[in-house]
Structures are given as structure tokens and as C-alpha cells.
């Protein structure tokens, strides 16, 4: 896991529909989703070395961010949130990376974000300022640690994510959190490799253009386009998929059942894998799905379905708010608290 995490990302417009007056919720531009059932063989990709086992905090440690994760809404007992069985989810495709910038295959070489994908999570993170976060989920690669700090700058909560440092006994200990109060102001962010980018191969930091140009077109974009075709010595989608959506339904969902809102910073082919298991896509429909970074995606999570909202106006648009009761209380609670 990159160990610097830096602060900024999230930004650009997406279609984000119109709001209807009578019913204040947002339509969406559905013409990039389609829907059907998508098909996950059980074969992980293998990485040499690399350590497959995924970051989590301990909860019986005293000091563990997790012991005072709370529900959404601001004075909203736990007991209700349950009751109401919904949650937010947010995911976001990491900000332009500078080997974005340079057109090079970037795969999982840890590359920071640019001037421009800062701005990008910024934006982003304006975005989703009245939305609740209680948990963060990146993947182990710096881009997507940075949109997510950087994002989490713009929330009118002004929680702190702070990174979990789990992975051994020192670095747990080294970590705790010894004020009961900064615990409550906290965010957690956990990080995993199997939220990464798909592995490129051989691929892995060749200029695309002069790519195409060396093997032709075709060839190329099969192996960035099609679903079960890897690169030389890298992953295809569906391998990627394999881990993203494992990860997602052992790791994710029972945080969202519990009741809490969970954003997600990670890239382009690993959420597109989550939102081909979230809208039931085909292996055929998923290949067409592009996510532009830095643009967070809502989905309201209740009585176990998954329901799309698309992407956040900004704080200033109310109507962007209303896609369910919880999340209109929960913005009309800070601008009670905080105004």
C-alpha cells in the first residue's frame, strides 16, 4: 500500500439529470447502463509475492477507529437507522493520474494524481458534502488514496479519515487513537489491492498510442476492451472482477446493511466491475461502460437492493438531496449545526 496520502481530487461534470419539482428527486441519463445478469467465474489473479490479505481493523481493539463509527444522520440513534434499513454509496474513479496525462498504460503502478486530478477530487468532494461517509474504501495505489482524502477535505461534517493500519502488530499499536472524542471525529479508510486497477502486463507503462501503433488497433483494444482477454502477463476484466466483487460483497455489504455510508475511491476497471454486479450488467454490456474521473456515483442501498441515483450536482442544487428521507434530514441536520 503507498504510504503517503496526500490531500485533493474529484471534480468534472457528469450527466446528472434534472430535477422534477413535484417529486424533488433527480432522473437519470440511464443511456450508458444497461441491465442483465453478469457472469463471475471463481479464479483469482495471482501476484507473485504480494500479500493477497486484505486490510481490516480490529474490533476488539480498544483504540480502533471502527468502535465509534456511528450511523448516518447527526443525533440519529442506531436502532432507527436499522429500522429504516438504508445506506449511501458512493463510488469514484480515482482524478487524472499523471500517466493519464502522459497516455501510458498505468495498470497498478502507483502514479499520483495530476494538478487537474486534484481539482478533480475536490470538485468531487464538493459534490458529496452533505451526503453522510462513515466508512472509506480505497485501494492500495496512492492515486486513489489521495481523491479520497482529497474529497473528504470538502464535507461540511469535517470528520478526518484516517488511514487503518492493521497490517501488523506495530503498526496497529503505533496507530491508536487515544482521545475518545478525535475517535468520534474520525473516519476509518481501509485499503486493499483488490480494489486496485486491473493489471496491465507488459503493458504496464508503454505509451498507448505507440502501442497501437506496434501491435495494431485491434489487438489493443481487446485487450482494453474485451471482457475475458488479458494483456501479456496481466489481468483481463473478469479477473479483475473476480477480487473487486469478491471484495465488495464479503468486505462492503455487511457495512451497508449495518446501516453505514460507505464511499469507495478506486478505478476505472475495478468499480466498473462493481457496477456490472450493482446494475446486473452482461460481460457484453460492461465492456461499453466508461467512468470519468473524479466523478462520484450515489447509490441508495435499501432492504438489500441497490438502487442507482447517479452523480451529485453540488451543495447548492437542494433537490440533489432528496433521493430518499434520510440523506434531505441529515443535510437540513447540518445546516442546523453548522449555520
Known amino acids: 500500500m503507498a504510504a503517503a496520502v496526500f490531500h485533493q481530487s474529484l471534480g468534472s461534470l457528469l450527466s446528472h439529470g434534472q430535477t422534477n419539482s413535484t417529486t424533488n428527486l433527480t432522473k437519470l441519463n440511464s443511456k450508458s447502463f444497461k441491465v442483465e445478469v453478469g457472469v463471475f467465474r471463481n479464479k483469482s489473479p495471482r501476484f507473485g509475492n504480494m500479500n493477497i490479505k486484505a486490510i481490516q481493523a480490529s474490533s476488539s481493539s480498544p483504540t480502533s477507529v471502527f468502535d465509534h463509527i456511528s450511523s448516518p444522520s447527526i443525533n440519529t440513534t442506531e436502532e432507527s437507522q436499522k429500522k429504516q434499513n438504508e445506506a449511501a454509496l458512493i463510488l469514484i474513479r480515482h482524478g487524472e493520474s499523471l500517466w493519464n496525462e502522459k497516455n501510458l498504460f498505468t495498470g497498478c503502478v502507483d502514479v499520483p494524481l495530476t494538478k487537474k486530478g486534484v481539482e478533480e477530487a475536490i470538485e468531487a468532494g464538493k459534490r458529496i458534502s452533505n451526503i453522510p461517509v462513515d466508512m472509506i474504501y480505497t485501494s492500495s495505489l496512492i492515486r486513489a488514496q489521495m481523491t479520497a482524502m482529497l474529497a473528504m477535505t470538502q464535507h461540511r461534517r469535517k470528520k478526518v479519515p484516517v488511514i487503518v493500519h492493521n497490517e501488523t502488530e506495530q503498526a496497529r499499536v503505533w496507530s491508536q487513537i487515544f482521545s475518545e472524542e478525535t475517535k468520534k471525529q474520525s473516519i476509518p479508510v481501509i485499503a486493499s489491492w483488490r480494489l486496485n486497477e486491473r493489471m496491465y502486463g507488459e503493458l504496464q507503462g508503454l505509451n498507448k498510442q505507440e502501442t497501437a501503433d506496434r501491435y495494431g488497433k485491434e489487438q489493443v483494444h481487446e485487450w482494453r476492451r474485451s471482457y475475458d482477454i488479458p494483456p501479456p ?51 457484453q454490456e460492461v465492456i461499453s461502460l466508461e467512468l470519468s474521473t473524479g466523478i462520484p456515483m450515489l447509490y441508495i442501498f435499501k432492504e438489500g437492493s441497490f438502487i442507482r441515483r447517479g452523480s451529485p450536482a453540488g451543495p447548492s442544487e437542494a433537490g440533489v438531496y432528496a433521493y430518499t428521507r434520510s440523506l434531505a434530514l441529515y443535510r437540513q441536520k447540518l445546516d442546523e449545526m453548522l449555520n
Open 233 to 283: 502477463n496481466g489481468e483481463s476484466l473478469e479477473m479483475c472482477a473476480d477480487r473487486a466483487v469478491a471484495y465488495f460483497k464479503d468486505q462492503i455489504v455487511p457495512q451497508l446493511q449495518s446501516g453505514k455510508n460507505v464511499m469507495i475511491a478506486a478505478h476505472g476497471n475495478s468499480l466498473r466491475s462493481i457496477i456490472m454486479y450493482l446494475d446486473k450488467l452482461t460481460s
